[in-house]
Protein backbone atom coordinates (compact mmCIF):
# COMPACT_ATOMS: atom_id res chain seq x y z
CA UNK A 1 0.00 0.00 0.00
CA UNK A 2 1.50 3.22 -1.11
CA UNK A 3 0.57 6.16 1.20
CA UNK A 4 1.73 10.11 -0.42
CA UNK A 5 1.31 13.44 1.14
CA UNK A 6 0.56 16.62 -0.54
CA UNK A 7 3.80 18.13 0.08
CA UNK A 8 2.14 21.49 1.97
CA UNK A 9 4.21 20.26 4.86
CA UNK A 10 7.66 20.46 3.68
CA UNK A 11 6.45 24.22 2.07
CA UNK A 12 5.36 25.09 4.89
CA UNK A 13 8.92 24.55 6.79
CA UNK A 14 11.19 26.19 3.99
CA UNK A 15 9.07 28.88 3.92
CA UNK A 16 8.64 29.88 7.40
CA UNK A 17 12.30 29.12 7.66
CA UNK A 18 13.04 31.67 5.17
CA UNK A 19 10.41 33.64 3.25
CA UNK A 20 12.36 34.14 0.15
CA UNK A 21 11.73 30.17 -0.32
CA UNK A 22 7.90 31.36 -1.40
CA UNK A 23 4.64 32.62 0.18
CA UNK A 24 1.11 30.80 1.02
CA UNK A 25 -1.35 32.56 -1.65
CA UNK A 26 -5.19 32.53 -1.08
CA UNK A 27 -4.97 29.85 -4.15
CA UNK A 28 -1.91 28.61 -4.41
CA UNK A 29 1.07 28.26 -2.70
CA UNK A 30 4.56 29.71 -4.45
CA UNK A 31 7.72 27.88 -3.94
CA UNK A 32 11.21 29.25 -5.30
CA UNK A 33 13.32 26.05 -4.51
CA UNK A 34 17.08 28.12 -5.24
CA UNK A 35 15.32 30.99 -3.47
CA UNK A 36 16.20 32.89 -6.79
CA UNK A 37 13.47 34.10 -9.88
CA UNK A 38 12.86 30.04 -10.68
CA UNK A 39 9.67 29.10 -9.22
CA UNK A 40 6.71 26.44 -8.82
CA UNK A 41 3.28 26.42 -8.20
CA UNK A 42 1.45 24.21 -6.33
CA UNK A 43 -2.47 24.09 -6.23
CA UNK A 44 -4.72 21.29 -4.80
CA UNK A 45 -5.62 20.13 -8.28
CA UNK A 46 -1.46 19.59 -9.20
CA UNK A 47 -1.20 17.38 -6.06
CA UNK A 48 -4.22 15.57 -6.53
CA UNK A 49 -3.25 15.19 -10.48
CA UNK A 50 0.73 13.99 -9.23
CA UNK A 51 -1.11 11.50 -6.51
CA UNK A 52 -2.94 9.88 -8.76
CA UNK A 53 0.56 9.64 -11.02
CA UNK A 54 1.83 8.26 -7.98
CA UNK A 55 -0.76 5.54 -8.15
CA UNK A 56 -1.57 6.20 -4.40
CA UNK A 57 -3.73 4.32 -2.21
CA UNK A 58 -4.20 7.09 0.51
CA UNK A 59 -3.92 10.65 -0.93
CA UNK A 60 -3.98 13.80 1.30
CA UNK A 61 -5.02 17.16 0.68
CA UNK A 62 -3.20 19.80 0.17
CA UNK A 63 -3.45 22.27 3.41
CA UNK A 64 -2.27 25.01 5.17
CA UNK A 65 0.17 23.97 8.17
CA UNK A 66 1.05 26.33 11.28
CA UNK A 67 2.96 25.82 14.62
CA UNK A 68 1.16 25.80 17.58
CA UNK A 69 2.05 28.86 19.20
CA UNK A 70 0.78 30.87 16.28
CA UNK A 71 -1.92 33.28 16.63
CA UNK A 72 -5.42 33.17 16.46
CA UNK A 73 -5.64 35.05 13.07
CA UNK A 74 -2.50 32.65 11.41
CA UNK A 75 -5.07 29.68 12.82
CA UNK A 76 -7.89 31.18 11.82
CA UNK A 77 -6.45 31.64 7.68
CA UNK A 78 -5.18 28.38 8.29
CA UNK A 79 -8.72 26.41 8.90
CA UNK A 80 -10.34 29.08 5.88
CA UNK A 81 -7.73 27.92 3.66
CA UNK A 82 -7.62 24.30 4.07
CA UNK A 83 -11.42 23.92 3.97
CA UNK A 84 -11.19 26.14 0.67
CA UNK A 85 -8.60 23.64 -0.75
CA UNK A 86 -9.97 20.94 0.92
CA UNK A 87 -13.21 21.46 -1.63
CA UNK A 88 -11.21 21.69 -4.47
CA UNK A 89 -9.08 18.83 -3.96
CA UNK A 90 -11.99 16.93 -3.42
CA UNK A 91 -13.79 18.09 -6.86
CA UNK A 92 -10.00 16.96 -8.69
CA UNK A 93 -9.81 13.69 -7.11
CA UNK A 94 -13.40 12.87 -8.44
CA UNK A 95 -12.35 14.11 -11.60
CA UNK A 96 -9.85 12.03 -11.84
CA UNK A 97 -11.58 9.08 -10.88
CA UNK A 98 -14.17 9.69 -13.95
CA UNK A 99 -11.56 10.77 -16.47
CA UNK A 100 -9.30 7.44 -15.53
CA UNK A 101 -12.53 5.55 -15.38
CA UNK A 102 -11.93 4.02 -12.03
CA UNK A 103 -14.63 1.62 -10.74
CA UNK A 104 -14.63 -0.70 -7.87
CA UNK A 105 -11.81 -0.53 -5.61
CA UNK A 106 -10.30 2.88 -5.89
CA UNK A 107 -7.89 5.30 -3.92
CA UNK A 108 -8.53 6.56 -0.45
CA UNK A 109 -8.41 10.32 0.10
CA UNK A 110 -7.62 12.20 3.42
CA UNK A 111 -8.42 15.64 4.75
CA UNK A 112 -6.42 17.21 7.23
CA UNK A 113 -7.38 19.02 10.53
CA UNK A 114 -6.20 22.33 11.35
CA UNK A 115 -6.68 24.74 13.94
CA UNK A 116 -3.67 24.83 16.07
CA UNK A 117 -3.89 25.40 19.97
CA UNK A 118 -7.85 26.30 19.50
CA UNK A 119 -10.26 24.07 20.03
CA UNK A 120 -13.27 25.76 19.02
CA UNK A 121 -11.09 26.05 15.82
CA UNK A 122 -10.08 22.22 15.38
CA UNK A 123 -13.67 21.10 15.93
CA UNK A 124 -14.81 23.80 13.53
CA UNK A 125 -12.81 22.47 11.05
CA UNK A 126 -13.47 18.55 11.24
CA UNK A 127 -16.97 19.68 11.01
CA UNK A 128 -16.43 21.46 7.52
CA UNK A 129 -14.68 18.93 6.05
CA UNK A 130 -16.87 16.22 7.19
CA UNK A 131 -19.23 18.20 5.34
CA UNK A 132 -17.28 17.69 2.05
CA UNK A 133 -16.45 13.91 2.71
CA UNK A 134 -13.35 12.13 3.01
CA UNK A 135 -12.52 8.43 4.10
CA UNK A 136 -10.29 9.51 6.80
CA UNK A 137 -8.86 12.72 8.38
CA UNK A 138 -5.44 13.27 9.54
CA UNK A 139 -3.77 15.91 12.14
CA UNK A 140 -2.61 18.87 10.54
CA UNK A 141 0.18 21.05 12.08
CA UNK A 142 3.02 20.64 14.16
CA UNK A 143 2.42 18.31 17.30
CA UNK A 144 5.47 19.29 19.54
CA UNK A 145 6.25 22.37 21.62
CA UNK A 146 9.29 24.64 21.90
CA UNK A 147 11.14 21.62 23.98
CA UNK A 148 10.02 18.69 21.72
CA UNK A 149 7.09 17.65 23.88
CA UNK A 150 3.96 16.31 22.53
CA UNK A 151 1.03 18.67 22.77
CA UNK A 152 -1.43 15.91 23.59
CA UNK A 153 -3.98 18.17 24.34
CA UNK A 154 -4.21 19.99 20.85
CA UNK A 155 -3.55 15.71 19.38
CA UNK A 156 -7.02 14.94 21.25
CA UNK A 157 -8.65 18.09 20.11
CA UNK A 158 -7.81 17.38 16.27
CA UNK A 159 -9.41 13.60 17.15
CA UNK A 160 -12.09 15.06 18.78
CA UNK A 161 -12.72 17.01 15.52
CA UNK A 162 -12.55 13.88 13.28
CA UNK A 163 -16.00 11.96 12.88
CA UNK A 164 -16.00 8.66 15.05
CA UNK A 165 -16.45 5.49 12.14
CA UNK A 166 -13.24 7.40 9.45
CA UNK A 167 -9.66 6.61 9.77
CA UNK A 168 -7.99 8.93 12.11
CA UNK A 169 -4.61 10.02 11.31
CA UNK A 170 -1.57 11.00 13.63
CA UNK A 171 0.56 12.39 10.63
CA UNK A 172 4.30 12.18 10.91
CA UNK A 173 4.17 10.30 14.54
CA UNK A 174 5.28 7.09 15.56
CA UNK A 175 7.28 6.36 18.26
CA UNK A 176 5.88 3.48 20.36
CA UNK A 177 5.27 5.55 23.45
CA UNK A 178 3.46 7.93 21.22
CA UNK A 179 1.10 5.50 19.55
CA UNK A 180 0.38 3.99 22.89
CA UNK A 181 -1.05 7.45 23.91
CA UNK A 182 -2.85 8.32 20.39
CA UNK A 183 -4.58 5.34 20.24
CA UNK A 184 -5.94 5.71 23.61
CA UNK A 185 -7.21 9.67 21.89
CA UNK A 186 -8.71 7.43 19.15
CA UNK A 187 -5.98 7.80 16.22
CA UNK A 188 -5.71 4.22 14.27
CA UNK A 189 -3.31 5.22 11.38
CA UNK A 190 0.49 6.61 12.21
CA UNK A 191 3.37 7.17 10.23
CA UNK A 192 7.41 8.03 11.36
CA UNK A 193 11.01 6.99 10.01
CA UNK A 194 11.96 5.92 13.77
CA UNK A 195 11.83 2.17 13.03
CA UNK A 196 14.09 2.08 9.95
CA UNK A 197 16.41 5.08 10.81
CA UNK A 198 16.85 3.31 14.40
CA UNK A 199 18.35 0.15 12.92
CA UNK A 200 20.50 2.14 10.37
CA UNK A 201 21.76 3.64 14.01
CA UNK A 202 22.37 0.15 15.42
CA UNK A 203 19.72 0.56 17.65
CA UNK A 204 16.76 -2.16 18.28
CA UNK A 205 13.87 -2.09 19.99
CA UNK A 206 12.87 -5.20 22.60
CA UNK A 207 10.20 -5.63 24.85
CA UNK A 208 11.40 -5.35 28.41
CA UNK A 209 10.49 -8.48 30.30
CA UNK A 210 6.76 -9.14 31.46
CA UNK A 211 5.95 -6.03 29.19
CA UNK A 212 4.62 -7.73 26.61
CA UNK A 213 1.14 -7.83 26.97
CA UNK A 214 -1.69 -5.35 26.14
CA UNK A 215 -1.59 -4.24 29.80
CA UNK A 216 2.26 -3.86 29.93
CA UNK A 217 2.17 -1.42 26.62
CA UNK A 218 -0.49 0.33 28.74
CA UNK A 219 1.82 1.24 31.38
CA UNK A 220 1.62 4.80 32.66
CA UNK A 221 4.91 4.88 32.58
CA UNK A 222 5.21 4.35 29.20
CA UNK A 223 8.57 1.98 29.45
CA UNK A 224 7.40 -1.20 28.10
CA UNK A 225 10.54 -0.98 25.79
CA UNK A 226 14.11 -0.98 26.00
CA UNK A 227 17.07 -0.80 23.05
CA UNK A 228 19.23 -3.18 22.26
CA UNK A 229 22.14 -1.28 20.90
CA UNK A 230 24.14 -4.05 18.44
CA UNK A 231 27.64 -2.78 18.89
CA UNK A 232 27.93 -2.48 22.50
CA UNK A 233 31.08 -4.62 23.39
CA UNK A 234 28.96 -7.19 25.41
CA UNK A 235 27.41 -8.19 22.21
CA UNK A 236 30.62 -9.45 20.79
CA UNK A 237 30.16 -13.41 21.89
CA UNK A 238 26.65 -13.19 23.11
CA UNK A 239 25.31 -16.42 21.47
CA UNK A 240 21.13 -15.54 22.73
CA UNK A 241 18.74 -13.55 19.94
CA UNK A 242 18.23 -9.80 20.49
CA UNK A 243 14.84 -10.70 21.57
CA UNK A 244 14.07 -14.46 22.44
CA UNK A 245 10.14 -13.77 22.51
CA UNK A 246 10.72 -12.34 18.92
CA UNK A 247 9.53 -14.46 15.66
CA UNK A 248 10.95 -12.47 13.09
CA UNK A 249 14.12 -13.73 10.62
CA UNK A 250 17.12 -12.40 12.91
CA UNK A 251 15.73 -13.57 15.89
CA UNK A 252 14.62 -16.97 14.75
CA UNK A 253 18.29 -17.81 13.08
CA UNK A 254 20.57 -15.47 14.28
CA UNK A 255 22.19 -14.53 17.85
CA UNK A 256 23.72 -10.75 18.84
CA UNK A 257 27.04 -11.88 18.55
CA UNK A 258 26.22 -12.66 14.91
CA UNK A 259 24.61 -9.19 14.31
CA UNK A 260 26.74 -7.56 16.37
CA UNK A 261 29.76 -9.01 13.32
CA UNK A 262 28.09 -7.99 10.87
CA UNK A 263 27.39 -4.28 11.76
CA UNK A 264 31.78 -4.13 12.58
CA UNK A 265 31.99 -5.49 9.25
CA UNK A 266 29.58 -2.50 7.66
CA UNK A 267 27.69 -6.15 5.78
CA UNK A 268 24.21 -4.41 4.57
CA UNK A 269 22.31 -7.53 6.26
CA UNK A 270 23.02 -5.79 9.35
CA UNK A 271 20.25 -2.95 8.28
CA UNK A 272 18.28 -5.38 6.96
CA UNK A 273 18.06 -7.63 9.30
CA UNK A 274 17.46 -4.70 12.07
CA UNK A 275 15.18 -2.94 9.75
CA UNK A 276 13.01 -6.39 9.86
CA UNK A 277 13.27 -6.71 13.79
CA UNK A 278 12.11 -3.32 14.01
CA UNK A 279 9.11 -3.90 12.07
CA UNK A 280 8.32 -7.00 13.49
CA UNK A 281 8.56 -5.04 17.16
CA UNK A 282 5.76 -2.36 15.44
CA UNK A 283 3.55 -5.02 14.41
CA UNK A 284 3.62 -6.81 17.61
CA UNK A 285 3.02 -3.63 19.41
CA UNK A 286 -0.32 -2.96 17.07
CA UNK A 287 -1.25 -6.50 17.49
CA UNK A 288 -1.51 -5.75 21.40
CA UNK A 289 -2.78 -2.41 21.32
CA UNK A 290 -5.76 -4.22 19.12
CA UNK A 291 -6.52 -6.68 21.31
CA UNK A 292 -5.66 -9.52 19.47
CA UNK A 293 -2.83 -11.51 21.31
CA UNK A 294 -1.85 -14.86 20.86
Not at 121 to 128: A, D, I, T
Not at 213 to 220: F, H
Not at 228 to 257: F, G, I, M, T, Y
Request: net charge negative; hydrophobic share 35%; aromatic share 10%.
Amino acid sequence: MLLTDSGGFQLFSLIRENSAYGEIRESEILFRPDMGKEKLIFTPEKCIQAQFRYMSDIMMCLDVCTSPDDSFEVQRRSVDLTVKWAKRCKEEYETQLRARRIRGQRPLLFGIVQGGQYRDLRLECGKRLEEIGFDGYGFGGWPLDSEGHLREDILQDAADAMPDGKVKYAMGLGRPEEIVKLVKMGYNLFDCVIPTREARHQRLYVFREGMETREGVLRPEGDFFRYHRALDEENARDARPVDENCDCALCRSHSRAYLYHLFKTEDPQALRYSTAHNLRFYERLMELLRGDEA
